[in-house]
Structure formats: C-alpha cells, structure tokens
C-alpha cells in the first residue's frame, strides 16, 4: 500500500502548480482522498477533501477559490490544482486515503512559494 505525491517545487507568488497523488496497493474509489500541508513549526493543515466518488468537496477558508481537489478513480489518482499562490502557501503536501477501516499518508512533496 502506498501513496506517492509528486509536482511539488518552486513558484513564484501568483504562480500555479498541479500535485498528483498516484496510489498503489489498494482501490481510491473506496476511500475519501484528502491533501494536508504543514509549514515548519506549524500543525499540519487539512487543506482540501474529496468524497470517493468525487461528488462533494471541501475547502479550507484559506485556499478556498484557489485550489481544486479532483480524483480520477480509474487511475487511481488524486489531484490538487493550486492557483494563485501565496508565500504562505509554503509547506510539505500530503496526500491522505481514509475510510471507515483505512487511513493511509504519502510521504508528502514540498511546495515553495517565493519570489
């Protein structure tokens, strides 16, 4: 069972990047699919959530209109369009599966935002 992040890197503010998170192991149609983040000495942040079968997202205040979570089931692959970035948008993004038995992270891809 595995989850692994990638896109992550540097961008300059206003910049965009697109995450992917490829699984491997298990099925993601089962699973609500979520993306953290968590910036040095911070708490890791619940950043976005997608139900398994993609008919319902949720947003954190603070990258609502910014980014969107998508899913493509039959490639077992979660996605994190991110626009607009900010400075503060900096962090490690993790990729999370988890179901009423299952929760399972990646290892997470580092976003940097700066000029």
């Known amino acids: 069972v595995q989850l692994v992040e990638s896109g992550g890197g540097l961008v300059q503010p206003g910049g965009s990047l697109r995450l992917s998170c490829v699984a491997s192991g298990f099925t993601i149609s089962r699973y609500a699919m979520r993306w953290h983040r968590q910036a040095p000495g911070k708490e890791r942040e619940l950043v976005a959530t997608i139900t398994n079968d993609g008919g319902s997202t949720v947003y954190a205040d603070s990258v609502k209109g910014r980014f969107t979570i998508s899913r493509d089931n039959a490639e077992n692959t979660v996605y994190l369009q991110m626009t607009t970035l900010k400075p503060e948008d900096t962090a490690r993004y993790y990729c999370?599966?988890?179901?009423?038995?299952?929760?399972?992270w990646g290892q997470g891809t580092q976003v940097t935002v700066s000029s």
């Open positions: 999370r599966a988890s179901n009423w038995m299952w929760d399972y």
